[in-house]
């Protein structure tokens, strides 16, 4: 399809649906510090980052820059069990204007408290004092994360706790299920668990201060470092409870594309010198992770992973509770996360089936946290990105469309491989795509459910499918680094669930009932039903693949009490029907 469909459009546009735009679910400002965005915008103005492009007029870019600057403003407090808000504000406050303050529980209260200037930090900083403890020696690495000791705890000892502690991890599968069963639509379902689902503002500011905690580490060798999040926590499509995948940025150092100076005499720094980029990033990963180990306050379970074709420092963070993964230099999976932030921001319904695709995937263990032959989020991202670009009329636009909008200042090729794709949304025309996402979770199961695996490759650039041009059981072209599969890790025993359980859902999802609420009180039905355990969890070598059978004992209980209540019910022979339309 030519790139002429996506045409440029210059003029405002908002999500479709009942979700509220990706801005305000992912990096909204609060109005608070309204004076301090507008200097930040100014900041960011004048400075361009390292591929030359300025962040002014890039969302994903401009407000990385806000929320890393909200956090260079924040400190993050454990604070006694009982404590009293206002009492504890009013402490605070003699240090300057507080913009916002909330608290959560991992390893105890802990407050994130942000201030309006950045100099009360260093207010607060000065009146905080080193530990004395006896028997045990302190390093004094001094951070932005404090505790707050009591001077006479009887003082508040008749004060009751004023505190609301909010969620930072998701809910329980089971009470989701229960959550998703009152809603009156599969759309409304759809919705209901992206909102329930996504990360919330305060675990957004969260994120970004623990990024801003591991800068202030690494700034101790590299001080003009900057310290950047990608991935799930800035893609939008980030689950509450998802990893931190963070990379140290040491491009922006002054010094490195500086002309020499006119007159007889240049002077350079001396530096040591190594093999390969890969050599120089393995040595700075291993001192900054040795810092991390020794001198991080909080920072447990330290691993230096430096082999690894992405050589990383794996750690987690008690005091957030995140699981934290630290890279250098990885500048094209923060453009990975850039291209997802925007298919997402395209139309709320990306979104949706994105978070709903990869929530059924879990329940069912086609992904996993651990490492293996799973299919991956990314991988699942993907797909359903590729499936929305073959809906008629498009839902989405293909990379190369994006590509054929960007201007001058988008232009971006990294380590050899073209990385560019137009930043403003307002270029992208909307699409004339009225489906519901009830159509488009049943096409979604029964596109993959009947996809020839065994032959195509799954092309998120062309938007269409292409011979495969290896043996790998799935294959997803990474959008960038073309040459590479995403997906090269999942066998065939993963890939076979997959396919077996979307038919499966395909099924259920075209019983009479299953789109629509069964009473009161019933059971799940919807997508709830498709999220309930499935009993055939693990897929060994060996055995047998049982074919037209429900994909759990439950849902088949289901499905009988279905046909006992409707005996005019379709498909009454107990056989899936799918459409032989060709994808």
């Avoid at 915008?41 to 994903?60: H, L, M, V, W, Y």
């Avoid at 594309?257 to 120089?280: H, I």
């Avoid at 073209?418 to 488009?440: A, G, M, P």
């Avoid at 032959?455 to 290896?470: F, T, V």
Wanted: hydrophobic share 35%; glycine share 6%; charged share 20%.
């Amino acid at each position: 399809m030519a790139a002429s469909l996506w045409m440029c459009r210059l003029r405002p546009r908002g999500l479709k649906g009942p979700l509220k735009s990706i801005d305000n679910l992912c990096f909204k400002s609060q109005s608070k510090h309204s004076s301090s965005s507008v200097l930040v915008k100014s900041e960011i103005a004048q400075r361009k980052d390292q591929t030359g492009t300025t962040a002014e007029g890039n969302p994903f870019y401009v407000l990385q820059e806000e929320r890393l600057e909200q956090a260079e403003r924040s400190v993050l407090i454990n604070c006694p069990p009982k404590i009293n808000e206002k009492k504890l504000l009013k402490h605070l406050s003699s240090h300057g204007e507080i913009n916002t303050c909330f608290f959560y529980e991992s390893f105890g209260t802990y407050a994130v408290v942000e201030f309006s200037k950045k100099e009360s930090i260093a207010s607060l900083q000065e009146g905080t004092i080193i530990p004395s403890i006896q028997h045990e020696a302190t390093v004094p690495f001094k951070s932005r994360l404090v505790s707050l000791k009591l001077n006479n705890p009887g003082d508040l000892s008749s004060v009751p706790s004023s505190i609301q502690c909010l969620r930072q991890s998701a809910i329980p599968i089971n009470e989701l299920v229960q959550r998703l069963s009152g809603a009156d639509t599969i759309d409304q379902q759809l919705y209901k668990l992206t909102e329930t689902y996504q990360l919330t503002e305060d675990n957004v500011r969260l994120r970004f201060l623990v990024c801003s905690l591991l800068k202030d580490i690494a700034a101790a060798y590299f001080p003009e470092c900057t310290v950047k999040l990608f991935g799930s926590s800035v893609n939008g499509f980030g689950k509450l409870g998802c990893d931190l995948d963070m990379f140290l940025d040491l491009d922006g150092i002054s010094g490195r594309k500086s002309k020499k100076t006119a007159g007889p005499f240049t002077l350079e720094y001396q530096m040591k010198r190594v093999s390969s980029e890969r050599a120089a990033t393995q040595k700075i990963l291993s001192v900054i992770g040795e810092c991390i180990d020794q001198f991080g306050p909080g920072c447990v379970g330290v691993q230096k992973i430096l082999n690894a074709r992405c050589p990383l420092v794996r750690f987690a963070h008690q005091p957030s509770g995140f699981q934290c993964d630290l890279t250098a230099n990885n500048r094209i999976a923060i453009k990975s996360s850039e291209l997802l932030y925007l298919y997402g921001s395209l139309d709320a319904r990306v979104r949706a089936l994105v978070f709903t695709v990869r929530c059924w995937a879990r329940a069912h263990a086609i992904t996993s946290s651990i490492p293996g032959a799973w299919i991956t989020n990314f991988s699942l991202t993907m797909m359903v990105i590729f499936f929305l670009q073959k809906r008629d009329p498009p839902i989405i636009p293909t990379l190369d469309q994006l590509k054929g909008l960007a201007g001058p200042t988008d232009k971006q090729l990294i380590e050899g491989h073209d990385c560019t794709f137009v930043s403003n949304i307002n270029r992208i025309n909307t699409t004339e795509n009225t489906e519901t996402l009830e159509q488009l979770l049943k096409e979604f199961f029964e596109f993959y459910g009947n996809f020839s695996f065994s032959k195509m490759s799954i092309n998120i650039r062309k938007g269409k499918e292409q011979s495969k041009p290896d043996v790998s059981p799935l294959h997803i072209q990474n959008p960038f680094e073309q040459p590479l599969n995403v997906s090269k890790n999942v066998n065939q025993t993963q890939l076979e669930r997959f396919v077996s359980l979307a038919r499966d859902s395909a099924w259920i999802l075209q019983q009479d009932g299953m789109s629509h609420p069964l009473g009161a009180g019933a059971q799940p039905w919807g997508l709830a039903a498709l999220l309930l355990p499935s009993a055939s969890q693990t897929g060994g070598k060996g055995k047998k693949r049982r074919k037209r059978e429900p994909a759990s004992e439950r849902i088949k209980s289901l499905l009988e009490s279905l046909k006992n209540n409707k005996p005019n019910s379709a498909n009454g022979n107990g056989k899936r029907n799918f459409s032989t339309q060709s994808h």
